[in-house]
Each structure stands twice: as C-alpha cells, then as structure tokens.
C-alpha cells in the first residue's frame, strides 16, 4: 500500500502509476481508502461505503456536487462541516446565527424551495470560510461572529477551529473528525489571519457555495 510509504514517495509514486496507465492506454481499477490517492489518479471515483455504492463521478464533481451526507463529508480534507438548520423564506437560521440566502442559491438549488419552513442538514466546506477582515467582497455572503477555540498554522494556511452552536450532524464515516465538540466546526484561513486561540472574530461565509441535504433521506437538495 502507498500508505506504508513516506510522504513525499508518495506523491512520486502516484504521479507514476498515473503515467504507466496513460502509457499503457488500458482501463485500469485501483482500489483505495485514501481519498488523496482516488481523486489524484482517478478519472472518475466510485465511492462506496460498507459494500454499498454512494456515487460514481469525476473527482471535481465528487467535491463539487456530493450526492448525500456521507459522500460529502468524506471526500475534502479537513471534511465538510454538517450542522443542523432551518429555512424561513430565504433566511437560513444556524444556532443562533441567521443568514441571508441570495436568489441565486435557490435558482441553484430550486429543491429548496420545497424545504420552506422545514429543517434542513447545511454543509459548510472549510475553505468557504474566511477570516471577514481578509475576505474578499465576491465571498463575503453573510458574515457570523463567532470564538476561535484552535488554530493550526500550516504556512500556507491556518486550519482555525471555532465555535457554532448549531448542532453537529454524524455523516457515517468513521475518518471524519468526530472529536471536535458538539458546537464546533473548522475553516481554512488565509495565513494572513492574525486569530489565536480565545478570539472573538468575524468570520465570512461562502453562501454561494454552501451545500443542502435531506435530513431524512440525506441525500443533496436540488
């Protein structure tokens, strides 16, 4: 497994087994449980969760439009957030947080329409999230205030864990980060971002991106 060997052979060997198959010009199968693997050397990923298929796609697509919870949650890395929320008309209530949903996320989405006045399950990826002083105006949907409870400094990026007091949804996948907290969820800054632990902070939302799932069927919302 390409698991047992150290990162940067790693990413050499996927580049080489990518190669060979071009190379070779013949339909290949490779079967993995790093996500990183499937979506680097994939043409199009069949993800499958105890024995059952969840969706066969592109990688983009896989990222860009999960077809349920766990699908979302497992491909991206740090995973999606899922909290539980409501729509009224076009406000969407997080916890105590209320954000304006523009006409364009429900010509996106015209299932949600149908989910007026009803709970929904809201994914949030963590890099639809941005410090709001540093977020440029095309990101800036909606704006929530908010602590930071954990930051981790990468140089390219800060991982900032903060807190959201809208209650946490398990997507059924055991590699998801499960040990955050009931009222948790996690964004990738720009380094840029001066947040320490103990801040209070303003932090930008996507909502354009945001995605929108069932909670009975937890499957995506269109």
Same mark, same amino acid.
């Given at each position: 497994?390409?698991?047992?060997?150290?990162? %940067?052979?790693?990413?050499?060997?996927?580049?080489?087994?990518?190669?060979?198959?071009?190379?070779?010009?013949?339909?290949?199968? $490779?079967?993995?449980?790093?996500?990183? !693997?499937?979506?680097?050397?994939?043409?199009?990923?069949?993800? &499958? %969760?105890?024995? $059952?298929?969840?969706q066969i796609d592109t990688p983009q697509?896989?990222?860009? %439009?999960?077809?349920?919870?766990?699908?979302?949650?497992?491909?991206?890395?740090?995973?999606?957030?899922?909290?539980?929320?409501?729509?009224?008309?076009?406000?969407?209530?997080?916890?105590?947080?209320?954000?304006?949903?523009?006409?364009?996320?429900?010509? %996106?989405?015209?299932?949600?329409? !149908?989910?007026?006045?009803?709970?929904?399950?809201?994914?949030?990826?963590?890099?639809?999230?941005?410090?709001?002083?540093?977020?440029?105006? !095309?990101?800036?949907?909606?704006?929530?205030?908010?602590?930071?409870?954990?930051?981790?400094?990468?140089?390219? !990026?800060?991982?900032?864990?903060?807190? &959201?007091?809208?209650?946490?949804?398990?997507?059924?996948?055991?590699?998801?980060?499960?040990?955050?907290?009931?009222?948790?969820?996690?964004?990738?800054?720009?380094?840029?971002?001066?947040?320490?632990?103990?801040?209070?902070?303003?932090?930008?939302?996507?909502t354009g991106n945001l995605h929108f799932?069932?909670?009975?069927?937890?499957?995506?919302?269109?």
């Open positions: 497994p390409l698991s047992n060997l150290d990162a %940067k052979l790693r990413v050499q060997m996927r580049a080489e087994i990518a190669r060979l198959q071009r190379d070779l010009g013949v339909t290949t199968v $490779y079967v993995t449980h790093d996500q990183v !693997e499937a979506m680097t050397m994939g043409d199009r990923v069949c993800v &499958l %969760k105890d024995g $059952y298929l969840q697509n896989l990222y860009d %439009k999960p077809d349920n919870v766990f699908v979302a949650a497992f491909i991206g890395s740090p995973s999606m957030n899922l909290n539980e929320g409501t729509i009224a008309g076009t406000t969407l209530t997080l916890g105590s947080h209320t954000i304006e949903l523009s006409a364009d996320v429900f010509e %996106k989405r015209p299932g949600l329409k !149908e989910f007026d006045g009803r709970d929904v399950i809201v994914g949030i990826r963590p890099e639809d999230l941005e410090d709001a002083s540093l977020a440029p105006e !095309e990101k800036r949907g909606a704006t929530i205030a908010t602590t930071c409870t954990l930051t981790e400094a990468l140089g390219s !990026e800060i991982i900032v864990h903060f807190e &959201l007091d809208a209650p946490r949804v398990d997507a059924g996948d055991p590699d998801a980060v499960d040990d955050l907290g009931e009222h948790a969820a996690v964004g990738r800054f720009d380094p840029r971002s001066g947040v320490t632990i103990g801040d209070a902070m303003e932090i930008a939302i996507n799932f069932d909670p009975q069927s937890r499957t995506a919302i269109w």
